[in-house]
């Protein structure tokens, strides 16, 4: 019955329902009542890539919100967070390890996260069309170090290990992160570089 809803989309401007059918690429569905347009393709797929960027931003801040370390020090129990945990690299002289775990768990996704989000702003109100294209060839070459965040989870379990005295805390950080993993799977699955290319197109140079 769900998937049965997701098939049929209702025209926003005279409510006639219908059924929805897989497009050609380019293509765009119009209301078989009245013309306006229901939906297309690749603008869908950008919707959906914008929507799970959204979704991996807000898993990102629960993730970096609470402990995923538990460090046991004689019998002091103290907690890190991710950040915590970077500044307590940096500060016990670990230059080399904290940048790299600062880079693959927090600017590495988070770069990805917001050029979706700048690049729906920029389309959305259809600006500069130059940052748009910079952001998009961005994101095919982050596309290559897509998948950094199973890299990054190794790490933190790899991290624990050169804390000693340390466990990993499987609370609310360490679900958040795995949602985190799952969601940027469907992530990269939503869209395709040569949707993003059309979508692209589409709004500079088509409406
Ligand atoms: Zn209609």
Not at 95 to 112: M, T
């Amino acid at each position: 019955m769900a998937e049965d809803l997701d098939n049929l989309i209702i025209c926003k401007k005279c409510r006639t329902l219908h059924r929805k059918i897989d497009l050609p690429a380019k293509k765009v569905a119009r209301c078989a009542v009245c013309g306006h347009k229901l939906y297309s393709d690749v603008e869908g797929a950008f919707a959906k890539a914008v929507s799970y960027s959204i979704t991996s931003l807000i898993l990102f801040i629960v993730a970096n919100l609470f402990p995923i370390i538990d460090v046991y020090v004689k019998s002091n129990h103290s907690q890190l967070t991710i950040p915590s945990m970077i500044s307590t690299l940096f500060s016990e002289e670990f230059y080399v390890v904290g940048s790299i775990v600062l880079v693959v768990v927090v600017i590495a996704p988070l770069s990805v996260i917001f050029s979706y989000l700048a690049l729906w702003f920029l389309t959305y109100f259809k600006l500069s069309k130059s940052l748009a294209k910079h952001i998009i060839s961005f994101l095919m070459v982050s596309r290559s170090w897509a998948m950094v965040d199973i890299f990054a989870v190794s790490i933190l379990v790899a991290l624990v290990k050169l804390f000693g005295y340390a466990q990993i805390n499987y609370g609310v950080s360490a679900i958040a992160l795995a949602l985190f993993v799952m969601v940027d799977l469907l992530f990269l699955k939503s869209i395709k570089p040569v949707e993003l290319w059309t979508y692209f197109s589409r709004v500079y140079y088509e409406r």
